[in-house]
């Protein structure tokens, strides 16, 4: 019986599954499809922005020098073609430009090898992870789809084509119309799509009439990353994606036409998906035995690439804990912070999304309201804040604490040697890190039993505390203040860690 099987092989999935086999739990990942290869995975179609939560987690873990494909490609949505300022991303296709974000207003994050925001492939991502998972141990069988699932109290049974799984916990990381949510029980609430979406490799007679990057017309939106691919939203309330109709030449140069204005003309479709803005989440993130991560627990339009962010962000999150629970090293309640934490971080998106939707509808209010936007985008404050939220500067889980930094992402403190925090990161455990040399500390992380690393270390960048707990997924669990008594860093140990040796207290009236 395993520990845990994982249902898809994406890089949610595949993420989470290296998360738990470096906390030594066995993993086994079943994926419907045969082969991880496919030309939506490869650029154009394939092109994702990774946001500072994702860039930060394949850094402390030692992954991030594995991608190469940025170094090499620019953004697919690099406005009318025409040189300009550089272009740092987009809200609702409305370009946010770099020398308008004030980056020294993010204080709590500081400058290292891993930057705030920068594109990757689907494919060399899933490549990279899966190469790490093996390396761990993790199985991965591919051609196998999850048909049906039942839970007892001790652990889960999954059948798969005439087969069936044992194991003691199982995440569904297999995406949008996921049957582990189904077949487990989970209600997906939200909201209707307002269009149908095309991603489209086509061949057309006179290219020239279509203009390069993003295009928003009175009947829709345009989008072309290079000539041949070209990206399509047409206002239908998702009616022809819920048709089912086969997807044609004939139909794309209809849409096309329609949307772009002009009598342009398709001579060739070699390949054509389409999708929605549907907004869903599940209520809850766990159901017994069952988790959900990635587009399994919620859905949303693709603009900006928030899905896979969002994905990765519930992957480092739960690793971590259900590795804990499994290993019996989980205080009460440790597993069930997934879904207090995680999903009003999805909520948050799904919002977001739903935004970007509202103004690039088609009609007055929407054309008004996106002129407002505009302009705010075209101001420093407003450029560095919605840059700031798409690419996950301001996240903060609420921990509870007077310390701004409690709940958010350790900054990459640079030690006197030259080293940096993020790696000694790389063995997932966490840290408690004493800028002061408290032998205390040390005697109190000795007694999680290796779960807690200590640090003695004092930083170029030193912020007002002297020490900080960071736990296995980068963010900050407790930070010591002014007013921080010494059962203060006790407490938070304790709340997510157990002992394993009788508690000694830290030494001192007033931390440290």
Known sequence: MHDVIISGAGP???LLACELALAQCSVLILEK??????????????IRGLSAPSIDALYRRGLLNGLEIHKRIKSPHAGNGKPGPAQAGHFAGITIYEENIDTSRWTLRLPGPAGTHLLSEMEELETILARRAASLGVEIRRGL??????????????????????CRWLVGCDGARSVVRKAGGFEFEGTEPTFTGYSTRIEVADPEKLRPGRNITPAGMYLQSQPGYIIM???DNGAFHHSKAPVTAAHIQEVLRRISGTDVTVTALHLAVTWTDRARQATTYRNGRVLLAGDAAHIHSPLGGQG??????DA???????????????????????????????????????????????????RALRTVVSDLLDTTDGATYVAGRLWGISNRYELGGSHPLTGRSVPDFEFQDGKRIGEFMHDGRAILLDFDGNTSLRTLADEYDGQIGYIS????????????LIRPDGIIAWAAGDDAGRDDIEKAADRWFVR?????KVAGGRFP
Not at 500 to 504: D, I, V
């Open 12 to 14: 949610v999935g595949l």
């Open 33 to 46: 499809n045969e082969s991880p290869h496919s030309p939506l995975k490869r650029l154009p179609f394939g």
């Open 145 to 166: 789809a999850i048909t049906g699932l039942e839970q007892s109290r001790d652990s889960v049974t999954v059948h798969s084509d005439g087969q069936s799984f044992a």
């Open 233 to 235: 939203q047409d206002f």
């Open 308 to 313: 896979l962010n969002l994905g990765l962000g």
């Open 316 to 366: 480092m999150n739960l690793g971590w804990k259900l590795a804990a629970t499994i290993r019996g090293k989980a205080p009460a309640g440790l597993l069930d912070s997934y879904t207090i934490e995680r999903h009003p971080v999805g909520a948050q998106v799904l919002d977001w999304s739903r935004a970007q939707v509202a103004i690039m509808t088609p009609d007055p209010h929407a």
């Open 457 to 468: 270390a004092n930083a170029k960048d030193r912020p007002a505390t002297d020490a900080l």
């Open 500 to 504: 394993s040796l009788p508690a000694r």
